[in-house]
């Protein structure tokens, strides 16, 4: 099972991420915030679109749990997922 440092290597190994504080949590974000984490490292909020969310969920109920503004919790893909929609519109088109 990934854990919070986990989560926290993984995203600061991607392209541009940086981490900030956000509220109680840390914000990895690249442009725009596409993750966070709690202060406790045991959840994660990732920034999905409500047809992703509803799918991380059917897949892997043990893992995914839906919530109101369409983040998730962790796993290595839907970092990477979460992270791509994060990028700036000019970075994607490159």
Request: proline share 4%; with cysteine.
């Amino acid at each position: 099972m990934a854990t919070g440092n986990d989560l926290r290597r993984l995203a600061l190994a991607l392209e541009g991420t940086s981490e900030h504080p956000h509220f109680h949590r840390a914000a990895f974000k690249v442009a725009r915030i596409y993750v966070t984490l709690a202060a406790d490292k045991r959840s994660a909020n990732f920034k999905f679109t409500p047809d992703e969310q509803e799918f991380k969920c059917m897949m892997m109920p043990d893992a995914f749990a839906p919530l109101d503004n369409a983040w998730g919790r962790q796993v290595k893909a839907a970092l990477e997922m979460a992270w791509r929609h994060a990028q700036s519109k000019s970075r994607r088109k490159s």
